[in-house]
């Protein structure tokens, strides 16, 4: 009787811990399935606080980024229908023995600001997170100790299609998201979010301090220098960063500041403030930006030049830079610089476009997805396009989420109705047969 309740003890726990780890997993592995780029930008963060980012080839974090994604998903789905138990089981253990140590270097030196393991879906800080896989680790030790004990909701021979499914779909979803753009938005730069709105500070509060800084070069000398000592234009522009100087209250937006290259000035209101459409082009590093569609691009440059819209091309990149892009393309807009992680957080393609009015965001396009001459037939404010593209989270993630139940649900019916009642008469035929034997 005791070993019985033992047993009944140790099913339920490995099934509850199994479906924990399965929900992380499944969260962990969509939420950077569906932003690529976003993963990939915090890979290079970590190989970059370590020191070991020359180490690899250019294309390894977002290659590896994608892969473990799908790794992390496919793991949450196998451990959910209670599928490929060892591997899935063995793969969970594995990635936490890793994960685990590696949040605790973090929280205590803390070389990046988050782990990043929930995307910008949900932002851990990093103590935060390592408590969060101490609960993950205990679970992943019990799942694989017990896994023999977990229940399976799909038979051995329909478990082949759950786990290619699975893998083709996240696959999908994570190079259909890296050519247009992400299906779900989690970042402060989403349509519909007013940029001045949401820098913009509660009464009462006390913000945090932050400093644009510039660094300039002249006759082989870097240095650096601010808004408020920004020197003449025999300096030659070569990066810009932004640094906290005081912790306080900290808007969702907190580093948006346009300068103006032309004239140096700071245009980030006049801009924001606007009443007419403002194109804003997003190229955070204009070198390794795709000249593909350049030719979309200038026909959007020259219709916002015949309708009076304003134009401006964001970068992070070196005057240099932006003068070979310009003898390269036959660029007539005017640049402005901008932090490089503010451009990479507005929007996930190099370059990408945002149509602003007022200081909302009414539209985003990929490279690969600018409007061209047959959709910009009129004004602006007589097309669908210059209106607030209507976006819900909510149906998106039905969306997606119908993409991939429904097929599964057709193989789980064909699971239960054809394979399981064979498997069923079979094995009433076989008792029967040994019954008269």
């Known amino acids: ?31 950077k399935a569906v932003d690529p780029l976003g993963f990939q930008y915090k890979i290079q963060d970590y190989l970059t606080a370590f020191g070991v980012i020359s180490w690899f080839p250019s294309f390894f974090p977002l290659l590896g980024g994608i892969i473990l994604s799908a790794i ?88 082949w299609l759950i786990s290619l499914y699975t893998i083709f779909f996240v696959f999908t979803l994570s190079f ?34 932050y400093e644009s800084v510039f660094i300039l070069e002249k006759n082989g000398e870097k240095k650096e220098f601010t808004l408020d000592n920004y020197p003449d234009s025999t300096w030659t522009f070569v990066d810009t960063h932004t640094i906290l100087k005081e912790k306080g209250f900290e808007p969702s937006i907190h580093d948006f500041s346009m300068m103006d290259m032309s004239t140096g000035d700071d245009i980030t209101e006049d801009v924001l403030t606007d009443m007419g459409y403002t194109f804003l082009l997003v190229a955070h590093r204009i070198e390794e930006a795709d000249d593909s569609n350049i030719d979309l691009i200038n026909e959007i440059y020259d219709y916002s030049v015949e309708h009076g819209y304003r134009f401006y091309c964001l970068t992070s990149s070196p005057e240099e830079q932006i003068e070979l892009w310009k003898d390269k393309t036959g660029a007539e807009y005017p640049f402005c610089q901008m932090d490089d992680i503010t451009l990479k957080t507005m929007i996930r393609s190099n370059p990408g476009l945002m149509l602003i009015k ?28 210059g209106q607030q593209k209507v976006r819900s989270d909510v149906h998106t993630i039905g969306y997606v989420f119908l993409w991939f139940v429904i097929p599964l649900l057709l193989v789980l019916g064909v699971d239960i109705l054809i394979v399981r009642r064979r498997e069923r008469k079979n094995e009433k035929r076989k008792q029967q047969q040994e019954v008269k034997e």
Not at 26 to 31: L, R
Not at 178 to 196: A, E, H, S, T
Request: aromatic share 12%; hydrophobic share 50%; net charge neutral.
């Open 1 to 31: 009787m005791k070993d019985k309740n033992l047993h009944i003890i140790q099913k339920t726990g490995a099934n509850v811990c199994r479906f924990l780890l399965a929900a992380s997993f499944i969260f962990s592995g969509f939420v």
């Open 72 to 159: 992390e998903f496919s793991i949450g789905i196998f451990l959910f229908f209670g599928i490929k138990k060892t591997i899935s089981t063995t793969l969970a253990l594995v990635l936490m023995i890793f994960m685990t140590p590696l949040t605790l270097y973090l929280a205590i030196f803390d070389p990046v600001s988050d782990c990043g393991c929930f995307g910008d879906a949900w932002v851990l800080t990093n103590w935060e997170t390592f408590a969060k896989n101490i609960v993950l680790l205990l679970a992943a030790i019990a799942t694989f100790q017990w896994r023999k004990m977990l229940i399976r909701f799909v038979t051995r021979k329909m478990e």
């Open 176 to 209: 259909y998201c890296l050519d247009r753009l992400p299906v779900l938005d989690f970042r402060p730069y989403k349509i519909g979010q007013n940029i001045m709105k949401g820098m913009s500070i509660p009464e009462g509060a006390k913000p945090s301090v």
């Open 358 to 385: 007022n200081g909302t965001i009414l539209n985003k396009w990929s490279d690969e997805d600018i409007p061209d001459e047959y959709v910009l037939t009129d004004k602006l404010e007589n097309l669908e396009l």
